[in-house]
């Protein structure tokens, strides 16, 4: 006994008994009597065994889809992530499966690619035959891709898959039929109006198409394109519309992922068998949707058995990049911030104080920092994408930004200190003169000043880096970093309008008047503002307008 694919069979048997059940999805038995004794039979090639065989039957087995499928396509859909299929089973099943799970859209057409019976040997004279999979006589220009237009005036004629399913649902042929009086199957001819066909179909339908491609075919195609004999933007085209891949061997998966990768496409990859290990190897994001061989190829192992992980992969991994970036951001804006007010304060002969480093960093940066990465992913996933190159122009020019905005603050604070001067105002070098030392003046207004606009810079710079749509969460759902935030805001205010008395000693401050605070809250929220104003509107306008030019 011999067992092969439905599809393949054929060429192992004599034409009797084939007719033309070969087509559906199954496998297909085939026999021969050899009248050989074991010891010669186990030394016969298998070549010569397999040759003139009887057909025998066909078993049919089912695989039904997840019920997830098709909204997990659908989703992925909506993010305009193209989902493709790449199998090893027979192109009618994947067909099939692919709309069932939305994988082609509905009333897409769908043009097969094979490779004709009567093919020359030679694979540089090969020619795929393309031909619409719902109605044959409409093809595909072997050289461009494009369906014939001549074909298409005679689609109006011809009953579309859709009403041909519409009345196998209300009318089925097979309920209740006797054995003895079988009633001959006829479907109306749907209403059609010819003007408004023709026109649909020559508008719509000569794009809105994709394309199916066997193994043997995609062979062709591959040893075309390496010998140099393919049409010009032949592959391109190919490549972009072909959304259906069956009958492929383990070594096609993985050359079509680099084929894609080509294209500079990210490239991600689910499969459950040892024949998808290579691909998943090969892919950008391998997810293996079995703890079996394909795990050990694949950096990710799903335990569901579904493609639902590839949804959860997507949101996570989005919102785990746009993490790490912020974080990125935030660190290296807070250090050169704490630099450049270091440089002014040592410029004027001052420093901070032992308690107000320990404030801004121990109670301030590092708190901040650690919890603004713990948000959790957005529920939608979107169309956009997030950045994924560090040293992006938007990345540096939000940085370098962010930073001159800052230190322009800062030394404007501290010129309209000596502009205009409080009451009973004595500067640093005044202080440092006096002391008969070396040692920085810490107790001083410069010191006061520059202590409180840093912190409105360090707390502007959290606000305006922590982003949440469209791949994160909103921040208010991160409840520790949103009771942080409040705490770390309050006790900043506290110290600016009224700190307690050991509290003002504690940090060393200069009690400034009234009037004075009152401005210092003007100046820290008029750098917020620049802050949030270039990182969201500013950032944003120069970013399109690079990208148009």
Not at 28 to 49: D, I, N, T, V, W
Not at 218 to 239: A, C, N, T, W
Not at 533 to 540: D, P, S
């Amino acid at each position: 006994f011999f067992f092969q694919a439905e599809d393949g069979i054929r060429d192992f048997c004599l034409s009797r008994g084939l007719g033309d059940v070969y087509k559906r999805q199954v496998l297909a038995f085939a026999l021969r009597p050899l009248p050989l004794s074991l010891r010669k039979l186990a030394q016969a090639p298998r070549e010569k065994l397999e040759t003139k065989m009887y057909f025998v039957g066909l078993l049919v087995m089912e695989n039904k889809m997840k019920q997830v499928t098709p909204n997990i396509i659908h989703l992925l859909n909506k993010a305009d992530i193209r989902t493709v299929m790449i199998t090893g089973d027979n192109a009618l099943t994947a067909i099939s499966v692919g709309r069932q799970s939305g994988i082609i859209k509905p009333n897409q057409r769908i043009y097969l690619g094979d490779i004709g019976e009567r093919s020359p040997s030679r694979v540089e004279t090969h020619s795929i035959e393309w031909q619409d999979y719902d109605f044959a006589e409409q093809t595909l220009d072997p050289d461009t891709l494009s369906p014939n237009r001549s074909m298409l005036t005679h689609l109006h004629a011809t009953v579309s898959p859709l009403h041909f399913s519409n009345y196998l649902e209300e009318n089925p042929p097979f309920s209740r039929i006797d054995s003895k009086e079988r009633t001959p199957l006829t479907i109306p001819k749907p209403k059609i109006d010819p003007m408004t066909t023709i026109g649909a179909t020559s508008a719509k339908e000569t794009e809105d198409y994709i394309l199916c491609v066997t193994g043997r075919a995609m062979s062709v195609i591959q040893k075309q394109k390496e010998l140099g004999i393919l049409p010009h933007d032949y592959y391109e085209r190919f490549i972009s519309k072909a959304q259906i891949f069956a009958r492929m061997h383990p070594d096609q998966k993985a050359l079509l992922v680099t084929y894609f990768q080509e294209r500079d496409a990210v490239v991600g990859m689910c499969g459950d068998g040892a024949n998808d290990c290579s691909a998943l190897k090969a892919a950008d994001v391998g997810v293996s949707l079995s703890e079996a061989e394909a795990s050990i190829a694949a950096p990710f192992t799903s335990k569901v058995q579904d493609i639902s992980c590839i949804v959860t992969l997507l949101q996570e991994g989005r919102a785990s990049l746009v993490s790490s970036f912020q974080a990125f951001k935030y660190t290296t804006v807070y250090s050169q911030i704490q630099f450049l007010s270091l440089l002014v304060l040592h410029y004027v002969h001052s420093d901070f104080t032992d308690w107000e480093y320990f404030y801004t960093d121990l109670m301030l940066f590092f708190p901040l920092s650690i919890l603004m990465n713990c948000t959790l992913p957005a529920e939608r996933l979107s169309s956009a994408q997030p950045s994924s190159n560090l040293l992006s122009f938007q990345m540096i020019a939000s940085i370098l930004g962010e930073i001159m905005i800052s230190f322009g603050f800062q030394l404007g604070s501290i010129a309209w200190l000596f502009r205009f001067p409080p009451a009973g105002f004595v500067s640093c070098a005044s202080l440092s003169n006096h002391s008969n030392h070396d040692e920085k003046a810490i107790g001083c207004y410069e010191n006061t000043v520059m202590f409180f606009l840093v912190l409105f810079q360090y707390l502007g710079t959290f606000f305006a880096f922590n982003v949440s749509k469209p791949f994160r969460k909103s921040m208010l759902t991160n409840l520790r970093l949103t009771f942080t935030s409040i705490l770390a805001v309050g006790f900043s205010l506290m110290l600016l309008i009224k700190p307690p008395e050991f509290l003002g000693s504690l940090f060393k401050l200069v009690e400034l008047p009234l009037e004075w605070r009152f401005q210092l809250i003007c100046i820290g929220s008029l750098n917020v503002a620049a802050i949030f104003i270039f990182e969201k509107k500013i950032l944003a306008y120069l970013a399109n307008l690079i990208q148009r030019k």
